[in-house]
């Protein structure tokens, strides 16, 4: 592939690296703040920024594949990795009809939409992922979408290593744009900042739960 089309692909890559932050510090602020809207947005758009990175190195398209293969050899990525996983290659597929599925097999059953907390401590301990619409587990940091779980912590550490090699790359081809910027290091703290992401002053607070929690749909 050739190097200028290479370098608008790394380019974006750190778009989206940077936009993936700037979600993990408004997740951040709206656990402090328990603001549930907050917290959900920023989830939401940690997820679709992770979709992005994961289709353009993993690609599940034919017509992708050379370019993936090209981005992933530039920046030493292999092939099977956390994030070439197909529940975020197809994270926002279809989204409708995904809609539609998860409430039709989640039809007359015990469901938990929109809840921010340690669910094994509250009313719904016994949800089945499969029947949890949107929910943030703050015990084990796992975010819950349509029936379909993500370890946070995990998904952060990869995209912090992504981000690291795309950043190394970035710098080569346009050291222009970081003379004033500190240039990244190769054991430099990573970002997104994993360990920030649900802040201990938050967990500590018995409110938290409380005022972000919604109960269950009611079944009718």
Not at 40 to 68: C, D, H, V, Y
Not at 200 to 212: D, L, M, N
Request: net charge positive; with cysteine.
């Amino acid at each position: 592939m050739d190097m200028n089309v290479i370098g608008l692909h790394i380019h974006e890559l750190r778009n989206q690296c940077r936009f993936i932050e700037a979600s993990v510090d408004i997740l951040n602020q709206s656990m402090e703040k328990q603001a549930s809207v907050g917290v959900f947005f920023g989830l939401q758009n940690i997820m679709l920024g992770t979709n992005n990175i994961s289709r353009t190195l993993w690609t599940p398209r034919k017509k992708g594949k050379e370019r993936a293969a090209s981005l992933r050899k530039t920046l030493d990525l292999p092939e099977k990795y956390p994030l070439n996983n197909d529940s975020i290659l197809s994270l926002v597929d279809h989204a409708d009809e995904a809609n539609d599925q998860w409430i039709n097999q989640s039809k007359d059953q015990y469901i938990l939409y929109d809840f921010i907390g340690d669910i094994s401590k509250s009313q719904h301990k016994d949800v089945e992922s499969k029947n949890i619409f949107r929910a943030f587990d703050t015990a084990t940091k796992i975010y819950t979408y349509l029936g379909t779980s993500f370890n946070l912590d995990a998904l952060l550490k990869a995209l912090a290593d992504v981000n690291n090699r795309v950043n190394q790359v970035h710098m080569r081809l346009y050291p222009d744009q970081w003379k004033e910027e500190p240039a990244p290091k190769e054991k430099a703290k990573e970002k997104p900042d994993a360990k920030k992401t649900s802040p201990k002053k938050t967990g500590a607070k018995k409110s938290a739960v409380k005022k972000t929690t919604k109960k269950p749909a009611a079944k009718k």
